[in-house]
C-alpha cells in the first residue's frame, strides 16, 4: 500500500510498511504524523498516527513576493515554526507544493527572483485557479 509522505519540501509515494514515528503522510484525505509503524490485522493495513494540528492561519494583507506568489498558485503558506515556510498545501487534501522549504527571509528572495515564472503559471492556470481546483506545478527548484 502507497501513501503520499512528505519530506521536507515535497511529497514521495512510499511503502505504509517504510514508515517510522514522526514521519508525515495523508491517510484518507488529513495530513497525519506517524505514531508507530504499520502493521496488518485480520488482512487490513493499520497506521498508527495523530492529525497534524493545523497552526493558525494568519491573513496577510502586506504586497511581498511571497504573497503575491501565492496568489499566484491559489495555494497559502505554511509556517512550520522553526522559521522555515512553504507555498504548499499541506491540510490533507492534496500533495502540491509550490516552493521549496526555505527560511522566510530567502523564500520571499526566491519568490521574488521567479514571481514571472508564478505570473505565467497563473496565466496559463487562472480559470483552474479561480475556481479553486488544484493544478500541479512542476517543482524546478529541485
Same mark, same amino acid.
Given at each position: 500500500?502507497q501513501?503520499?509522505?512528505?519530506?521536507?519540501?515535497?511529497f514521495?509515494?512510499?511503502?505504509?510498511?517504510?514508515?517510522v514515528?514522526?514521519?508525515?503522510?495523508?491517510?484518507?484525505?488529513?495530513?497525519?504524523t506517524?505514531? @508507530?509503524?504499520?502493521? !496488518?490485522? *485480520? =488482512?487490513?493495513?493499520h +497506521?498508527?498516527?495523530? %492529525?497534524?494540528?493545523?497552526?493558525?492561519? $494568519?491573513?496577510?494583507f502586506?504586497?511581498?513576493?511571497?504573497?503575491r506568489?501565492?496568489?499566484?498558485?491559489?495555494?497559502?503558506?505554511?509556517?512550520?515554526?522553526?522559521?522555515? @515556510?512553504?507555498?504548499? !498545501?499541506? *491540510? =490533507?487534501?492534496?500533495d +502540491?507544493?509550490?516552493? %521549496?522549504?526555505?527560511?522566510?527571509?530567502? $523564500?520571499?528572495?526566491?519568490?521574488?527572483?521567479?514571481?514571472?515564472?508564478?505570473r505565467a503559471f497563473?496565466?496559463?492556470h487562472?480559470?483552474?485557479?479561480?475556481e479553486?481546483?488544484?493544478?500541479?506545478? !512542476?517543482?524546478?527548484w529541485a
Open positions: 500500500m501513501v503520499s509522505q512528505f519530506k521536507w519540501d515535497r514521495h509515494q512510499v511503502d505504509v510498511f517504510s514508515l514515528e514522526g514521519d508525515q503522510v495523508i491517510v484518507a484525505g488529513s495530513m497525519v506517524v505514531a @508507530a509503524p504499520a502493521y !496488518e490485522k *485480520d =488482512g487490513q493495513v +497506521l498508527p498516527a495523530a %492529525p497534524i494540528e493545523q497552526a493558525v492561519i $494568519l491573513v496577510d502586506s504586497d511581498t513576493a511571497a504573497t506568489a501565492m496568489d499566484y498558485v491559489g495555494s497559502s503558506v505554511h509556517d512550520f515554526g522553526d522559521g522555515t @515556510a512553504i507555498i504548499a !498545501e499541506l *491540510d =490533507g487534501s492534496t +502540491l507544493v509550490y516552493s %521549496p522549504r526555505l527560511p522566510k527571509a530567502e $523564500l520571499e528572495a526566491f519568490c521574488q527572483e521567479h514571481l514571472e515564472r508564478y497563473n496565466s496559463q487562472s480559470e483552474a485557479i479561480e479553486g481546483e488544484p493544478v500541479p506545478m !512542476e517543482p524546478w
